[in-house]
């Protein structure tokens, strides 16, 4: 079973792990709206390079989605997996931090955005 979201909504994910030495730094924001049926999910990258450095762009498209066709609990409701669908995502800003800022930060702070849009996104399944 597929779902989609039935409005627009905004979401933000923080990745932030302070340690001795190295630490891991990565924030994401994003926009996500219901899309035409049968475009699937559509991502934009819309971020300028002082926001988010264009090598993380790839990291952070995979995270997306990933989180969009993952199984997962979204409040109180169950999203089947491999369900989110027709969306449209567009990534509007972040930051980095030029030390500790890296792919994995970069992915966990995409889904992390994910999942705080879809909670404000309304999923309804469709068949």
Same mark, same amino acid.
Request: with cysteine; hydrophobic share 40%; net charge positive.
């Given at each position: 079973?597929?779902?989609?979201?039935?409005?627009?909504?905004?979401?933000?994910?923080?990745?932030?792990?302070?340690s001795?030495?190295?630490?891991?730094?990565?924030?994401?924001?994003?926009?996500?709206?219901?899309?035409?049926?049968?475009?699937?999910?559509?991502?934009?990258?819309?971020?300028?390079? @002082?926001?988010?450095?264009t090598?993380?762009?790839?990291?952070?498209?995979?995270?997306?989605?990933?989180?969009?066709?993952?199984?997962?609990?979204?409040?109180?409701?169950?999203?089947?997996?491999?369900?989110?669908?027709?969306?449209?995502?567009?990534?509007?800003?972040?930051?980095? @931090?030029?030390?500790?800022?890296?792919e994995?930060?970069?992915?966990?702070?995409?889904?992390?955005?994910?999942?705080?849009?879809?909670?404000?996104a309304?999923?309804?399944?469709?068949?």
């Amino acid at each position: 079973m597929r779902a989609t979201i039935a409005k627009a909504a905004e979401g933000e994910g923080r990745f932030i792990r302070r340690s001795v030495g190295r630490g891991q730094y990565g924030h994401v924001q994003i926009r996500i709206k219901p899309n035409k049926r049968g475009n699937g999910i559509e991502i934009i990258n819309s971020a300028s390079d @002082d926001e988010i450095p264009t090598k993380y762009s790839k990291s952070i498209g995979e995270a997306i989605r990933f989180a969009l066709e993952s199984e997962m609990a979204i409040g109180d409701q169950v999203v089947d997996e491999h369900c989110i669908d027709d969306v449209l995502v567009r990534v509007v800003g972040g930051s980095f @931090d030029a030390t500790d800022s890296n792919e994995l930060a970069f992915k966990m702070a995409g889904i992390f955005a994910v999942k705080a849009a879809l909670k404000k996104a309304k999923p309804v399944r469709i068949s």
